[in-house]
């Protein structure tokens, strides 16, 4: 059994059994400073003591966020693109650096980076299909829409797609309703709303639309909930 932690904008804490046999955390973009997070980075390193990984989606601020003190503070090791990697591994963290393309050579965890539609400083955006023995998750970043999403659910069948819907520099309701069309998730969570004014957005109505139209479970999570899985 696993389970998805939400700290609010686009980071979340997965927990699951890894391909090894031990429990795995897996931070994703780690903005634990956030306005919304229940959580400081220095009292979650000490709640936690260890994180296996950390994926930074892209490099903008409210992705790459902590990820440098999570890493040095718990020992996880970045899972980012090329480009940022070798950038952060010059500040003295350990990297996984990959590309877009095929799964990442990484024994305990299941990694392939998605294309993402979106701008960054170093490399390109991506999103990422992250999972162990328990579940498989999409953590689409910072995305518009895109038709090879249809690909991330025939190659990959994520359980559980994580979506911005706050619209502005992302997907907002509308097209984040037509990315579980194609992406066919059994749950969805979405995120990177109502962080700051920019991107409001109403979850309940992303909710009722993608509940009533497509039939697929959306959860909620208010920032600090988590969702077991299955
Ligand atoms: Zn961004």
Do not use: Q
């Not at 956030?34 to 260890?50: H, T, W």
């Amino acid at each position: 059994m696993g389970s998805i932690r939400y700290f609010g904008h686009a980071t979340f804490e997965l927990r699951f059994r890894g391909f090894d046999g031990k429990d795995k955390i897996v931070l994703i973009d780690p903005w634990l400073s956030n306005p919304l997070s229940p959580i400081s980075p220095s009292d979650y390193v000490r709640e936690v003591s260890k994180v296996d990984y950390v994926v930074v989606t892209h490099d903008h601020g409210d992705h790459l966020g902590d990820a440098e003190f999570i890493a040095k503070k718990t020992g996880a090791k970045i899972v980012a693109i090329y480009d940022l990697a070798v950038s952060l591994g010059k500040k003295g963290v350990e990297t996984v650096d990959g590309n877009i393309g095929g799964r990442l050579c990484v024994n305990d965890v299941f990694f392939v980076f998605t294309p993402a539609l979106h701008s960054s400083g170093h490399g390109v955006p991506v999103g990422i299909v992250v999972g162990g023995e328990d579940y498989r998750v999409y953590h689409a970043g910072d995305t518009g829409l895109f038709t090879e999403m249809m690909f991330i659910h025939e190659l990959y069948k994520p359980d559980i797609a994580l979506l911005p819907i706050g619209g502005h520099y992302t997907m907002g309701i509308e097209e984040a309703v037509k990315a579980v069309e194609l992406l066919k998730p059994k749950t969805v969570i979405p995120m990177h709303y109502n962080t700051f004014p920019l991107i409001r957005a109403d979850p309940e109505k992303f909710k009722s639309i993608v509940e009533e139209k497509l039939g697929v479970r959306v959860a909620v999570l208010k920032p600090g909930e988590e969702l077991v899985y299955p």
